[in-house]
């Protein structure tokens, strides 16, 4: 009869940001070891608390499945002597394999006979199979950071306390470097006494209910999120709920209670971020506004733990949240005492990387592009001003009080001391956008300082580090080059900004060039930063949908613009299903093939002499100049229109006409013709290296 | 509670669990940890099992006394066990017991913070646990201390003693904390947390500074060059707290930082090294007799 399995690792407080991926790597380790031993199962799921990782596996059946096994013997030559009797090869097979000479068979492998015998492996009952498989589990579970702790022989996030593995009414019982199994678990950590005996896996969720352990993490994230928003709309509000928070506290918590603490109104004064951010980040509480989206006195944590006391952790939490927003209040009077200008001098004791310098060489350097690009975008004389005073000012508020005590609200401190400071709008502005997008799927800053700002600053770091040879491997990514670069390409196009990423990157290098700290020439660095964006780029375009060969025919022939390069990408991808277009993609490939060979465009009209290649010259001579201006416009789809009357011009071509002919001065004529029209196309795209769905 | 009663009750509390109660170790040092009762005990396979009070100098940290929450020298509470035991969490929810915290009254949590002292070259996993959502004990698993690897890992336990104090006694100013009866905290420490920030901020001589860190260098290396272990250390923690006095005068540019910091890290592993010889040559007199409650190892 097929069971149930439960096998619940019980551990000291995980973190909770790694529960998650760990869950879901538990599941697939499982699947794939109960497989790989030919058990079958039904339903798989992982379940996870601070304090344990639960595998639950249905349905699993009672034995293992019957393997049949083909064992290679010694080679029909080795296996018989001269007179046709078995060799002392063979016997020693037949030995070894407990089977009978007219058990044994021929069978070819490669060209050469061998002895082979079939063996039954006859399946084990899955309750041995497990004892080898739970254990396997265990110590393949990977964590980002994990520990060693008393002799034992594998790492774990934190010590592992107890094992409780249960198939059906049966404990399966095995050892692990002194951690022996057990039908005991424990409850919560304070409110369940003792132990709790689990007899079969179908008493496992309810006897730990009633232990104080809700173990499926998605009922506690409902349960939190419904006490959540009763309490805040018992008080007149509503709950700012953060999932990612949200995510966190499912982890941190068996038995979740909200509880709504008050602090005192005069808080309510500061800026919302410096409110929240301790709130959030030090406290993990949920902040709650009102109607109109303000900030209310009030914030919800949730406790570990039921209601009893719960007045007093209320008392204790709002004393907490008490002295750090007396801590706010009292760096925000403080900083306010200096201007950010007066910060800037300071930036000067802040490094930024050992080798690359302090912030304020950091800040100089960003200046200096951001001057760069407001050239190249074409901002007006007094948005250069603005831009220039953010580009100064971005990084004051590293060394300001509260940046220190709360480093996440860098920019958002910068802008706010910058207009209390009777800066401009648009400087203070620039500065909180500078750093945006700050996380995979942040917004782009919404003005154009602010976007010029931003580029200047990541295309700083990582040409930076790229200078002296910090570059992502793998999942190593200290300085989020990835994260900036992706930034970099998401501003570029939600601007609409054309940018030479070659001329961007000649004047990024140009200040590491100059203090000689360059780990190679300045041009295969340059060329391996245009490589990391290149990667970067197809990445989001194929995130926003676009085939992986329309994102290469597009880059391959140059890649240096980028948002251009997305308005070639678009104009294909939508040329791409229309019939008309796929039918001169032939066409074209047979064109790039020759025109290869051709040594220049050069043709002189004179050697044409065949109607087919005078019908192509005067088609081509048609429409090249409008071609070219549309190019030139951008206009890809009109364009791309005209590059398809080409179509029938090119198949006539190649039906009638002998390229390669004896004649050198012809063959070359009609090649540099070939050349002529592959060129023409290269300036949108090598369209033959897009694939042609057959539908 | 008063403070001093936190302190008694804690003494009881890791004596009855078999921990040696040491002394203040008597020189400047910025954490528990840094005292030789953790760094090096930590080291090697011996067993260890310690607690003690450890006064710890931050002067960064310094306030001029004006600050409810921030001081020059705070207070720490340090328990080492070594090897961790089992129970290891049940025993410190025992020691909050002690202090009058009931756990089941309170919401405990033991939130991820990994610990790393890259002075010391030493690291490792843990929590910060919170008492209602309050800091108020550092929770680690030693991984690795003077660069070397941990043969026995071990858990160390650092309560914050003022904080655990202004949570028992439900006051919101570091120097209101009552002492004893009749003495608060601000009796006893005003004048010098005053003191040690003019000090450390203005009145520090910067050159003398630099000479004597330069100087207990030397020290420090040529113990080391004669197997001198232990007085070798001594002046490592002095030149750790050179150097904390410099860092908070501002007198260490930024390029100069990592390499002052180099400096102390490579003369903790060169004392970490040489202790642990020193302990193999002996021959870990600790694997030979029953201590801390265990039984005997051979």
């Not at chain 1, 910058?418 to 996380?439: F, N, S, T």
Request: one cysteine or more.
């Amino acid at each position: 009869m097929n069971k149930d399995l439960v096998f619940e690792i019980g551990t000291e407080e995980i973190p909770a940001r790694y529960m998650p991926a760990t869950l879901e790597k538990v599941k697939d380790i499982a699947v794939s070891m109960i497989t790989e031993n030919r058990i079958d199962f039904g339903e798989i799921k992982t379940y996870g608390t601070p304090r344990r990782i639960v595998l639950l596996v249905k349905g699993i059946a009672e034995k293992q499945r019957d393997l049949e096994e083909l064992i290679k013997g010694p080679s029909m030559k080795a296996a018989y002597d001269e007179s046709g009797n078995p060799s002392k090869a063979l016997l020693g097979f037949l030995k070894g394999q407990k089977v009978e000479l007219h058990e044994v068979f021929l069978q070819e492998l490669s060209g050469v006979e061998y002895i082979y015998c079939r063996k039954q492996k006859k399946g084990q009952p899955s309750k041995e199979v497990l004892k080898e498989i739970l254990p396997g589990i265990l110590t393949s579970i990977s964590f980002p950071k994990s520990m060693k702790w008393g002799n034992k022989s594998f790492r774990f996030a934190r010590p592992v306390r107890w094992l409780l593995p249960i198939l059906g009414d049966e404990l399966i019982e095995f050892e692990k470097d002194g951690i022996t199994c057990s039908k005991y678990t424990k409850g919560h950590r304070v409110l369940s006494q003792g132990i709790i005996e689990i007899n079969d896996t179908s008493e496992y969720f309810e006897k730990l209910r009633k232990g104080y352990v809700i173990v499926d993490q998605e009922e506690r994230r409902s349960l939190i999120r419904k006490q959540c928003v009763e309490l805040a709309r018992d008080n007149g509000g509503e709950v700012l709920m953060d999932e990612e928070l949200l995510e966190e506290i499912v982890y941190l918590v068996e038995y979740p209670t909200a509880l709504l603490g008050v602090f005192e109104t005069e808080y309510l004064k500061l800026p919302k971020e410096v409110v929240i951010t301790p709130m959030k980040e030090h406290q993990r509480y949920f902040p709650v506004v009102d109607k109109n989206n303000k900030l209310m006195n009030y914030f919800i944590t949730v406790r570990n733990g039921d209601n009893r006391f719960i007045e007093t952790v209320r008392e204790g939490n709002e004393r907490v949240l008490r002295a750090r927003l007396a801590d706010a209040d009292f760096f925000y009077r403080e900083d306010r005492k200096n201007s950010l200008e007066s910060c800037v001098e300071k930036l000067k004791n802040v490094v930024f990387q050992e080798t690359l310098g302090t912030i304020y060489d950091k800040t100089q350097r960003i200046i200096a592009i951001s001057e760069y690009l407001a050239e190249a975008a074409g901002l007006s004389h007094e948005s250069r001003k603005y831009l220039q005073r953010a580009a100064y000012l971005c990084k004051a508020d590293l060394v300001t009080n509260m940046v220190k005590e709360f480093d996440e609200l860098q920019g958002v401190m910068g802008r706010e001391y910058a207009l209390l400071q009777g800066e401009k709008q648009e400087v203070a502005d620039a500065i909180l956008e500078h750093y945006m997008p700050r996380y995979a799927g942040d917004c782009t800053p919404k003005t154009l300082n602010g976007s010029i700002l931003s580029i200047s600053d990541k295309i700083d770091t990582i040409c930076g580090c790229y200078a002296i040879g910090i570059q992502p491997t793998g999942s190593q990514d200290p300085y989020a080059l990835r994260r900036q670069a992706i930034g970099i390409i998401s501003i570029m196009l939600k601007c609409k900004i054309h940018i030479g990423l070659e001329q961007l990157c000649n004047i990024s290098l140009e200040p590491f060039e100059k203090r000689n700290i360059l780990k190679g020439d300045k041009k295969t660095v340059k060329a391996e930063v245009i490589e990391f964006f290149r990667q970067r780029f197809r990445n989001v375009m194929m995130d926003r949908g676009f085939g992986y060969d329309i994102i290469d025919a597009a880059t391959s022939v140059g890649f240096d613009d980028i948002y251009d390069l997305f308005l070639r990408i678009r104009e294909l991808s939508e040329w791409k299903y229309k019939s008309e277009f796929s039918g001169i993609l032939g066409s074209f490939n047979r064109v790039t093939n020759l025109a290869s060979k051709a040594l220049s465009p050069d043709m002189n009209p004179e050697f044409f002499t065949e109607k087919a290649e005078l019908e192509l010259l005067r088609a081509f001579d048609r429409v090249n100049a409008e071609y070219e201006g549309y190019v030139d416009k951008r206009e890809y789809g009109k364009a791309l229109k005209l590059l398809i009357t080409l179509e029938k011009p090119i198949d006539d071509f190649f039906d009638n006409i002998m390229v390669m002919a004896e004649d050198a001065d012809i063959r070359n004529n009609r090649l540099g013709l070939l050349k002529s029209i592959a060129n023409m196309m290269y300036r949108i795209a090598d369209l033959s290296l897009i694939v042609v769905n057959k539908i | 509670m008063t403070f001093q009663e936190i302190i008694l009750a804690l003494q009881k509390y890791w004596a009855e669990q078999h921990c040696i109660i040491a002394q203040p170790y008597d020189v400047e040092k910025g954490a528990g940890t840094m005292s030789p009762y953790t760094f090096l005990k930590a080291l090697g396979p011996e067993p260890w099992r310690v607690a003690y009070v450890e006064p710890s100098r931050r002067p960064a940290d310094a306030r001029y006394g004006e600050n409810p929450n921030r001081l020059y020298q705070h207070h720490q509470y340090q328990v080492i066990l070594k090897p961790s035991p089992d129970n290891v969490q049940d025993l410190y929810l025992g020691s909050l017991k002690a202090l009058g915290i009931d756990p089941v009254k309170h919401d405990i949590r033991f939130v991820e913070d990994n610990w790393e002292a890259p002075t010391l070259g030493a690291w490792g996993l843990g929590w910060e646990v919170w008492l209602d959502g309050m800091e108020i004990t550092q929770y680690t698993y030693f991984q690795q201390v003077g660069s070397i690897d941990c043969q026995l890992e071990s858990a160390e336990l650092t309560y914050g003693l003022e904080r655990i104090a202004m949570y028992i006694q439900n006051i919101n100013n570091v120097f209101d904390i009552e002492w004893v009866s009749g003495i608060n905290y601000g009796d006893i420490f005003k004048v010098a947390e005053f003191e040690h920030s003019k000090y450390s901020f203005e009145e520090a001589d910067t050159g003398l500074l630099f000479r004597l860190f330069d100087e207990y260098e030397k020290e420090a290396r040529r113990l080391l060059g004669k197997d001198i272990i232990l007085p070798a250390y001594d002046y490592v923690l002095k030149c750790s707290h050179a150097f904390n006095i410099l860092d908070a005068r501002k007198a260490i540019s930024v390029t100069e930082r990592t390499g002052f910091i180099g400096r102390v890290r490579n003369l903790a592993r060169f004392v970490a090294q040489g202790y642990l010889k020193q302990r193999e040559e002996l021959g870990y007199p600790l694997l030979k007799k029953a201590v801390f409650g265990g039984a005997k190892n051979e």
